[in-house]
């Protein structure tokens, strides 16, 4: 006999598939980032930000953002560079760490609004979506960050992301590489946490 009902069965998908992504951010913060000049640096956890909202939806996509943001602040050396703890939070970068949540929403949010009828178009909505979210709307919460703790005037915090859009660029297309090929392997996955249109 069945004990599981299929709310049950969802929430344990969404608590596993959450985990997830935050442990594939986790295992990111491993590889080594770039340092830039005015504490700012390349790091590839950018891309999880991305697969997190295209994958999972705007609200798992957010939950699993802060579960890694949750670790990194009790001291979890997590973060490219093996940095973690509260000091992290009022860094020059502290901006585009908080803007992982925004930035996965929106990319999530998008995600589940633009068509993947098929698995071109899905990646092309993949594209658009990380785009928007993972780029303009981090690099939005980055600035915000430079501006207010790093005291740098507004046209120069903008000048600082100038850097990252070439790499922010090819993680896009990577994304959408990645959601190619989940939608035509897995038909029924529900890209952005809605099923296909």
């Known amino acids: 006999m069945n004990t599981h009902s299929p709310l049950t069965r ?10 997830l992504f935050a442990a594939l951010l ?26 997190a909202g295209c994958l999972l939806g705007p609200w798992r996509g957010l939950q699993a953002m802060l579960v890694f943001l949750v670790a990194v602040a009790v001291g979890l050396p997590l973060l490219s560079g093996g940095r973690g703890g509260l000091g992290v939070f009022v860094s020059p970068t502290a901006g585009y760490l908080v803007g992982w949540t925004v930035a996965a929403f929106v990319t999530g949010w998008l995600m589940a609004w633009l068509p993947k009828s098929t698995p071109r178009r899905a990646a ?7 785009a928007v979210g993972g780029i303009a709307v981090l690099y939005m919460c980055g600035i ?17 992301n100038v850097a990252f859009i070439p790499g922010d660029l090819l993680k896009c297309a990577l994304t959408a590489l990645v959601v190619h090929s989940i939608a035509r392997a897995m038909p029924d996955w529900r890209l952005g946490g809605v099923a296909q249109k």
């Open 10 to 19: 969802r929430s344990s998908e969404s608590i596993a598939l959450v985990a």
């Open 26 to 51: 986790a295992v990111m913060g491993l590889i080594p980032k770039i340092d830039l000049p005015l504490g700012v640096h390349i790091s590839i956890q950018t891309l999880g930000v991305m697969l």
């Open 144 to 160: 915000a960050g430079l501006v207010w703790i790093a005291k740098l005037p507004l046209t120069q915090a903008m000048w600082a």
């Open 124 to 130: 092309a909505s993949a594209f658009v979506a990380s």
